[in-house]
T-cell receptor, first 112, second 114 residues
């Protein structure tokens, strides 16, 4: 069975600082991994995904994530945080059946 | 580009009432998913349909049922509502055939049970 663990339910950074949101997965088969962002009172928007090929994946809004099989990780990073990045971020793994299994979410706060 | 459309966006019901949520997937997407997100929680998979047939089932209560119609829209029916059913309900759609295909989410339907 697949599962996802996000380390840290809340992360706070200063504007302009590095953003690092951690995600570890468990999967018995090669995983497809996703990061979604949820702004307050809104739906889930895809930031980026890893399926096959290049392990460093670039997404929207300057975010990127690196798939590390040896560490079973898919951490999300952004070099410089912006106030508009404040949101809830969900890491997810796609099962063979197609549905997504989400992590617990990490709330990102950005201080001016 | 067209997105996943959900209605209604907000719904208030009393305990023991029935609620129906509707979902219109992205055109040509053949798979629909329903998720429930409680306050401060991650989305939990309820049920999915592929080509109008139920394809997978998650933690969906027996009081809930869903179906996908010939035009691919889907409805989630919730009966005997309980206070704990208050949540944000997401519908999502994708093209099947590859688990790496992106699943696109709607804006969600807020259900409040009072």
């Amino acid at each position: 069975a697949q599962s996802v663990t996000q380390l840290g339910s809340h992360v706070s950074v200063s504007e302009g600082a590095l953003v690092l949101l951690r995600c570890n997965y468990s999967s018995s088969v090669p995983p497809y991994l996703f990061w979604y962002v949820q702004y307050p009172n809104q739906g889930l928007q895809l930031l980026l995904k890893y399926t096959t090929g290049a392990t460093l994946v670039k997404g929207i809004n300057g975010f990127e994530a690196e798939f590390k099989k040896s560490e079973t990780s898919f951490h999300l990073t952004k070099p410089s945080a912006h106030m508009s990045d404040a949101a809830e971020y969900f890491c997810a793994v796609n099962t063979l059946g197609g549905k997504l299994i989400f992590g617990q979410g990490t709330e990102l706060s950005v201080k001016p | 580009a067209a997105g996943v459309i959900q209605s209604p966006r907000h719904l208030i019901k009393e305990k023991r009432e029935t609620a129906t949520l509707k979902c219109y997937p992205i055109p040509r997407h053949d798979t629909v998913y329903w998720y429930q997100q409680g306050p401060g929680q991650d989305p939990q998979f309820l049920i999915s349909f592929y080509e109008k047939m139920q394809s997978d089932k998650g933690s969906i209560p027996d009081r809930f049922s869903a179906q996908q119609f010939s035009d691919y829209h889907s409805e989630l029916n919730m009966s005997s509502l309980e206070l704990g059913d208050s949540a944000l309900y997401f519908c999502a759609s994708s093209l099947s055939g590859n688990s790496g295909n992106t699943i696109y989410f709607g804006e969600g339907s807020w259900l409040t049970v009072v």
